[in-house]
């Protein structure tokens, strides 16, 4: 167990509709990171967050944003969903904002979501 | 701009045997290394992590790997393959907040 958490474990729903996917970090952290893995992507880093500011941009598009909260959970935020959108979504945190390689990220169990 | 290349998406061993998991990166600077796994319907997992301290890093599981820096690899090794070593095992490389992935390499263990 990471001690990073992520709700729902599974999302179905359908094109054109709008999710949320919540994550909770390690106690202490102050990083979260958002990652999308797919079959023909592989693993692609979003977004990252450190302390409530965003502080690093990766492939993510227009239709999704994220936020970080005052308690430092995070929401990601998927709208106008295609199928190509079915994927696990990850969410990992870790202690600092770019504190060079030493600053681990761990991982949460994730959550698929599948659109249908 | 930096990458990583996991050579070989599948790898099946017979269980004693030697493990090899390859991984050659690029980069401008020098890298921090990562290996993770990732086992079915789970996030992934940290195995171990080079920082510059040693060349031969150790880690969980019985994993180890090494820094090669004329060979720009970091080659992960088990010296004997066990059953619940099947897992998909992602190299990554760091340089402050660009963390890049490479595309994984399935693990399988015959019995």
């Known amino acids: 167990d990471s001690g990073v958490t992520q709700t729902p474990k599974h999302l179905i729903t359908a094109t054109g509709q709008r999710v949320t996917l919540r994550c909770s970090p390690r106690s202490g952290d102050l990083s979260v990171y958002w990652y999308q893995q797919s079959l023909d992507q592989g693993l692609q880093f979003l977004i990252q967050y450190y302390n409530g500011e965003e502080r690093a941009k990766g492939n993510i598009l227009e239709r999704f944003s994220a936020q970080q909260f005052p308690d430092l959970h995070s929401e990601l935020n998927l709208s106008s969903l295609e199928l190509g959108d079915s994927a696990l979504y990850f969410c990992?945190?870790?202690?600092?904002?770019?504190?060079?390689?030493?600053?681990?990220?761990?991982f949460g169990p994730g959550t698929r979501l599948t659109v249908l | 701009a930096q990458s990583v290349t996991q050579l070989g998406s599948h790898v099946s061993v017979s269980e004693g045997a030697l493990v090899l998991l390859r991984c050659n990166y690029s980069s401008s600077v020098p890298p921090y290394l990562f290996w993770y796994v990732q086992y079915p319907n789970q996030g992934l997992q940290l195995l171990l992590k080079?920082?510059?301290?040693?060349?031969l890093v150790k880690g969980i599981n019985g994993f180890e790997a090494e820094f090669k820096k004329s060979e720009t690899s970091f080659h992960l090794t088990k010296p004997s393959a066990h059953m619940s070593d099947a897992a998909e095992y992602f190299c990554a490389v760091k340089y402050n907040n660009d963390m890049r992935f490479g595309a994984g390499t399935r693990l399988t263990v015959k019995p």
């Open positions: 080079y920082t510059s301290a040693a060349t």
């Open positions: 990992a945190s870790s202690v600092f904002s770019s504190g060079g390689g030493t600053d681990t990220q761990y």
